[in-house]
């Protein structure tokens, strides 16, 4: 069994011939239970880096390898349900449908993702479980998405994007839009639950002091090299 | 689940999409009712006249016949002789006949001479009597029935009394003869409403003093001498026919236009109404043309209004993106949008239809005669309602494309 979670291998990608964003990555990979914070500077390429490992974008040339499948070999309908079934996402911000209450913003995955919902027994009474840890109010089910706090937003996140134990979370971000107290709280919880459900993390972030938390500290320039 | 979160969507957006369900059911209501109005409309003309089986008079083309005997617009080229109307009632063939006379005026509104059968034989709407509101039929030979509308423009009463003119436009008024109102119809919503009804003798009497449409200069009938004289009349302007066997209709009308005597004209009511209608309801399709570019238009709106939610809403479909919904879920996302919205629409234009035709029926009955039917749908209905939701499919198609390519291209960096 591979022990890389990512394997990303001569990938490259632009928008457009024209495009003075270019970008080549010729070797970058991640093992099983690792978690990495990924350093870098808004525009260095981040956000791109991110959305090719989550099948978002496919390179032009090489291959990307999420947790043992090609994603760019597969079809587009494939590489979606791989992504529901093995990555858990949580944005900078407005992570979830601010119409819809907690429970169904975090059971929502498991709805695009066999693999998952096979993972969970009763929906709503993980999706609660996993407030509860998060340290979210006991009444949170009573509430719209839009009526909570933003570091109460920021944890709803963090519970849809483990339940049903994806091999991966990716993070883009996410305590940027919490002052330090909330992000020191917000990070102890997520931390504490990934190393529960025995998760790979990947977090993006231009903040270099979060680094003592992370098994593994990469700058993006390591990474990646731009051809302009 | 999706159906679930693509509810309570719209739901968040509730003025928008309140807003957009309440114009396109505005618009939709609008064409119903057009369409209403045009077929209840043409019911309406159609059954100006019913049980009338042919209508004779001198001879003219079928619409001119129709337009003066029925409607009273225009005037007849000629008349017919009392005798050959005689030679008419007594074929085997006919029930019945009621014999008209035109020609004179009161007050703008038409003068018609006939005799009482007129209030029983003369059917609409297929079937409907004519039915006296105030007062009696005629008894005396100056006796007037008023249409139910006479009576009100003029705000004549029973007992009214009222000076006949001659001819349509005319200066000279049979002033020597003056008649009084005894009885007021029912409103009918046909030409009826609108006529001054008079016995034939009558006619007769005020022309006893008038030769080739002008008063013989001298004489004066005293109004006792001519209640004496036989006031038979020489001419009818028209008759109306009934036929005891429908069988017999096509035989008998051959036999009246080719009557050796004088010049006739039978003409069957209902195929002269419907080829009168082919004039008339030019409007009708004008209008009809303009509810479905009020469709349109709404439809065009629809689209404006999601192509500007989209912008705010590029960030949910980027969340569904993440979560592992395909491209194609978030458009079938805003398509069941567009159609959702379009069903309401539909629900509540028929709502607000059935409800606005039910209040303002007996008005438009009363103001302009067009009885509209306040029953089912029809199954043009349905075919309306299909194509538009379909229409609003298609047209959402736009919006949708567009939320397609942001959803391939937005991936992790989200604009907001």
């Not at chain 2, 957009?20 to 369409?35: K, N, P």
């Not at chain 2, 039910?358 to 438009?364: A, Y």
Request: charged content about 20%; overall charge negative.
């Amino acid at each position: 069994m591979d022990e890389n979670i990512i394997k990303i291998d001569s990938v490259r990608f632009y928008w457009s011939k024209k495009s003075s964003f270019k970008i080549f990555v010729p070797n970058f990979e991640i093992n099983k239970g690792e978690k990495v914070l990924l350093l870098g500077e808004s525009g260095s390429g981040k956000t791109t880096l991110l959305s090719l490992i989550c099948g978002f974008l496919n390179p032009l040339s090489g291959s990307i390898s999420i947790n043992g499948s090609t994603i760019n070999k597969l079809s587009s309908k494939t590489k979606d349900e791989h992504r529901a079934d093995n990555i858990g996402i949580i944005f900078q911000q407005f992570n979830l449908l601010p119409y819809a209450n907690v429970i169904d913003n975090i059971v929502l995955p498991l709805y695009f993702s066999k693999v998952r919902s096979a993972n969970v027994t009763n929906q709503r009474e993980s999706a609660l479980n996993l407030c509860k840890q998060l340290r979210l109010p006991d009444d949170i089910d009573q509430y719209k998405a839009s009526s909570l706090s933003v570091g109460q937003q920021q944890r709803v996140a963090v519970a849809r994007a483990l339940i049903g134990n994806p091999s991966l979370v990716i993070a883009d971000e996410p305590t940027s839009s919490l002052d330090t107290d909330a992000q020191q709280i917000f990070l102890d919880l997520m931390f504490e639950q990934i190393s529960n459900n025995k998760s790979t993390l990947l977090m993006v972030s231009h903040d270099r002091s979060l680094a003592e938390r992370f098994d593994r500290l990469i700058d993006i320039n390591e990474v990646l090299t731009r051809e302009d | 689940m999706l159906l679930k979160l693509s509810l309570s969507s719209l739901y968040a957006r509730l003025v928008t999409a309140g807003m957009t369900v309440i114009a396109i059911s505005f618009s939709l209501m609008l064409y119903m009712s057009v369409e209403k109005l045009r077929t209840s409309a043409y019911t309406s003309f159609t059954d100006t006249i019913s049980q009338t089986d042919l209508i004779i008079g001198a001879r003219a083309s079928s619409v001119q016949l129709m337009l003066y005997s029925v409607f009273r617009i225009g005037n007849a080229t000629n008349n017919i002789t009392w005798e050959s109307y005689l030679d008419v009632l007594n074929k085997e063939e006919v029930d019945w006949a009621v014999p008209i006379s035109l020609g004179d005026s009161h007050k703008g509104f038409r003068v018609m001479g006939t005799n009482k059968d007129f209030f029983a034989r003369y059917k609409y709407r297929g079937g409907q009597s004519i039915n006296i509101d105030k007062g009696y039929l005629f008894e005396d030979l100056y006796d007037v029935v008023l249409g139910a509308g006479v009576a009100e423009k003029l705000g004549y009463d029973i007992d009214t009394p009222l000076i006949v003119a001659h001819g349509l436009q005319s200066f000279s008024e049979h002033d020597d003869q003056p008649f009084r109102v005894s009885g007021i119809l029912e409103k009918t919503g046909t030409p009826v409403d609108n006529t001054v009804i008079v016995s034939l003798a009558a006619i007769e009497a005020i022309h006893v003093d008038w030769s080739t449409g002008a008063k013989i200069p001298g004489q004066e009938t005293p109004i006792e001498e001519i209640r004496k004289m036989d006031l038979t009349p020489k001419n009818i302007t028209a008759a109306l026919i009934g036929v005891k066997s429908k069988l017999t209709i096509f035989n008998l009308q051959r036999w009246i236009n080719e009557y050796p005597e004088e010049a006739m004209t039978a003409i069957l009511p209902g195929a002269a109404l419907q080829e009168l209608w082919r004039v008339v309801g030019v409007v009708e399709n004008l209008l009809l043309g303009i509810s479905i570019v009020v469709i349109f238009t709404t439809l065009i709106g629809m689209t404006a209004i999601m192509f500007s939610s989209l912008s705010e809403r590029r960030r949910e479909m980027a969340i569904w993106r993440a979560m592992g919904a395909s491209p194609r879920t978030v458009v079938g996302l805003l398509m069941l949008e567009a159609i959702f919205i379009s069903v309401l629409s539909i629900l509540l234009s028929v709502i607000l239809l059935f409800f606005s035709l039910s209040i303002l029926q007996p008005w438009i009955d009363y103001n302009y005669g067009i009885l509209v039917n306040v029953e089912m749908l029809s199954l043009r209905d349905m075919y309306v309602f299909m194509t538009f939701i379909f229409a609003s499919i298609l047209v959402s198609l736009l919006p949708a494309i567009r939320a397609y390519w942001f959803s391939i291209n937005d991936g992790m960096t989200i604009k907001i």
